[in-house]
């Protein structure tokens, strides 16, 4: 099957062809580097980790970009809130969130660009809608014209109305349009500033991914990626910012996953549903969050629930459990991913599909009597699982996972405890083996007893 991706900007499912079939490229919205990440930030994290490596699989080379935003408003007010130096606001939030992301099995994009470190490319890309009518002076900001742009709004199809309406959209006396947004603002000493041809400032929040997908991918790329919060009005503004300037098509594919509920509802500090990434770390392994969040299509809304959490915990245990039966046994074609897997994931990343097959994968390798036909299903789900971002970890490693700060019994200790069953079990004193059994369960660690001997697991 071809791969093909829902496109934000056709509104259909489109089959993908990249600019250049040798190396595709990517570019995804990064964090705003202020705050620990929460749960609604990993998935477009998740999500698109996946499309790159499928893409990785199917493509000679990849440049994905994600970027860092390191300047913002809320980065100043943080900071300041904190009675903490914005360099080392930043540099700490960062160091958390690729730890986060790193527990989420998220690979590392190709090219990580701090907003910072480019500030000349904003400068230059403001100057050339200047020079093109596409921008004003005003205050000592420099703004976007949008009336300038006819077509303005193709991404997220609203009414100008509409968009002067919806969320994010300042009202300001310097504004020619009520829509027209800031390329670059002015900045008192006490707030970070560069220099630049309308006095010292800053860029706007919109500018920094036209210039860093431009630095990186060129003034046309492939895929442009984020969620759907971001349509409008950042992607919008991008799209306008990158036309004008360069008199090109910007992103070609536009990808947005769905929004994030928790427990139905919107996460929200006031509810008490508001989550962080290392929240739900010290809750469960990090695979297991993964293969939740991988549960539901990604470009649907998502509901975020306990539940929901607990049954991809077990499903992740069933999974490993199939390997563990297998620990002694060479996996056969280890590199190449099941066709039903791939045909799942090239049909617009059809997660729960995909998962669908590795479980069917699962089955037929518990019920394999051959040593070939072992080998060929533990390739199967270890290849599978490769290109979900899961099965990534030693075996008896993920059976043996406790919570950060956990109570549990230490390994050690279990070990020595079924090792006194052992000899309770050769004694012939079945009433202590049942003993030692259930000491064991009501702390969450569960035996099963096999040929080989017995292993056990964390509940």
């Known amino acids: 099957m071809s791969l093909a991706f829902y496109n934000t900007l056709s509104r259909c499912k489109d089959p993908f062809v990249p600019l250049d079939p040798t190396c595709v490229g990517m570019y995804v919205c990064g964090p705003t580097v202020y705050d620990s990440a929460h749960i609604g930030n990993a998935r477009p994290i998740i999500v698109f980790d996946v499309l790159y490596r499928l893409l990785k699989r199917l493509y000679p080379a990849v440049t994905y970009v994600r970027n860092i935003t390191d300047v913002d408003d809320k980065i100043n007010a943080r900071a300041k809130e904190n009675n903490e130096s914005i360099a080392a606001l930043t540099a700490r939030t960062t160091a958390a969130f690729h730890a986060d992301i790193d527990a989420l099995n998220a690979l590392r994009p190709d090219i990580e660009p701090r907003a910072t470190a480019h500030i000349g490319q904003m400068i230059a890309m403001i100057q050339t809608l200047l020079d093109r009518g596409h921008a004003y002076e005003a205050e000592g900001h420099v703004l ?80 442009h990626g984020g969620g759907q919060d971001l349509v409008f009005p950042h992607h919008e503004n991008e799209i306008a910012q990158s036309v004008c300037a360069h008199g090109q098509p910007f992103a070609r594919y536009w990808l947005h996953n769905g929004y994030l509920m928790v427990e139905g509802e919107k996460m929200s500090k006031s509810l008490g549903n508001f989550f962080t990434v290392r929240d739900l770390l010290d809750q469960a392994p990090g695979e297991a969050i993964r ?93 599978g699982g490769d290109v979900l971002g899961i099965l990534q970890q030693d075996v ?37 083996a049942d003993r030692i059994r259930k000491e064991l369960a009501d702390q969450g660690v569960l035996l099963e007893d096999g040929a080989g001997g017995t292993t056990w697991r964390r509940a």
Request: aromatic share 10%; with cysteine.
């Open 144 to 223: 976007f014209s949008v009336p300038s742009m006819p077509d303005y709004g193709t991404l997220s199809r609203r009414s100008q109305d509409e968009m002067i309406a919806g969320a994010r959209v300042e009202v300001a006396p310097y504004k020619k349009n009520a829509a027209d947004f800031v390329l670059w603002k002015p900045s008192p000493g006490d707030l970070p500033g560069w220099d630049s041809p309308w006095g010292r400032g800053r860029p706007g929040w919109h500018i920094e991914c036209s210039a860093m997908s431009r630095e990186y991918l060129g003034v046309t790329f492939d895929i």
């Open 291 to 383: 293969l939740a969040m991988l549960s539901s299509h990604y470009h649907q809304p998502f509901d975020w629930t306990a539940e929901g959490l607990k049954q991809a915990r077990t499903g992740m245990d069933r999974l490993y459990l199939a390997l563990r039966s297998v620990a002694d046994i060479p996996a056969e074609g280890r590199d190449q991913v099941p066709l039903d897997v791939m045909a799942a994931l090239e049909d617009d990343l059809n997660t729960p599909l995909a998962i669908a097959h590795l479980h069917e994968w699962a089955t037929q390798l518990n019920k394999a009597t051959s040593l070939d036909e072992k080998a060929k299903c533990k390739g199967a789900l270890l290849a």
């Open 396 to 432: 008896e490693a993920w059976f043996r996972w406790v919570p950060q700060g956990g109570t549990s019994l230490s390994d050690s200790a279990v070990d020595e405890l079924i090792n006194r069953r052992i000899e309770a079990r050769k004694a012939k004193d079945f009433a202590e």
